[in-house]
């Protein structure tokens, strides 16, 4: 069974960079598929925010595109998301998950809540 | 990168079927065969519903289909039940990127 699971602060600092891992079980990265992040504002609907390919290629929401980082580190089983330059409205609730192509996405973490506060 | 459309509500008795649309452009919704539909419950992970416009995941009853006209996909949930009340989000691969729709709030009267 695939499991994902976010990791992360849960506070970030207006204009600092917010950075979450996605540690996948049951799966391993580099036999293939596409690995993304979703998040959704409290209260609000979902957002894609951009995949990975298991080779290291990348695909980013283009209203996000010039603060966002997508990594993958096939040795550890796992990929990162950093985005930069954070305000109040990239409070969310940040999802990592699986997708099978085309934004076709069958596995998803339990979520992680990141607040952007001082 | 707008936000595909979705009515904010819809509603039906159990036993009855109910239809939400998700309409795009012709750069996603009416460009690809590639929709999916997402389930939500409150506090949970969105769960897929229906994939490439129409395909079930296993594990997902059948009283759950999807269909596309031009740049309209729908989702139908029939023999409506309790458990089927949630948000429900439809996405569209839109060429190297994707979007989701605003989300319906389905609730059984």
């Known amino acids: 069974q695939v499991q994902l699971e976010e990791s992360g602060p849960g506070l970030v600092k207006p204009s600092e960079t917010l950075s979450l891992t996605c540690i996948v079980s049951?799966?391993?990265?580099?036999?293939?598929?596409?690995w993304g992040w979703i998040r959704q504002p409290p209260g609000k609907g979902l957002e894609w925010i951009g995949t990975i390919y298991h080779s290291g290629t990348t695909y980013y929401n283009p209203s996000l595109k010039s603060r966002v980082t997508i990594s993958v580190d096939t040795s550890k089983n796992q990929f990162s998301l950093k985005l930069s330059s954070v305000t109040a409205a990239d409070t969310a609730v940040y999802y990592c998950?699986?997708?099978?192509?085309?934004?076709?996405?069958?596995?998803w973490g339990q979520g992680t809540l990141v607040t952007v506060s001082s | 990168q707008s936000a595909l459309t979705q009515p904010p509500s819809a509603s039906g008795s159990p036993g009855q079927s109910v239809t939400i649309s998700c309409t795009g452009t012709?750069?996603?919704?009416?460009?690809?065969?590639?929709v999916s539909w997402y389930q939500q419950h409150p506090g949970k992970a969105p769960k897929l519903m229906i994939y490439?416009?129409?395909k079930r995941p296993s594990g997902v009853p059948d009283r759950f289909s999807g269909s596309k006209s031009g740049n309209t996909a729908s989702l139908t949930v029939s023999g409506l039940q309790a458990e089927d009340e949630a948000d429900y989000y439809c996405s569209s691969y839109a060429g190297s990127k994707g979007v989701f729709g605003g989300g319906t709030k389905l609730t059984v009267l």
């Open positions: 490439e416009v129409s």
């Open positions: 012709s750069s996603d919704v009416g460009g690809y065969n590639y």
């Open positions: 998950a699986r997708d099978r192509a085309y934004i076709t996405i069958d596995y």
């Open positions: 049951g799966y391993s990265i580099s036999s293939g598929y596409y």
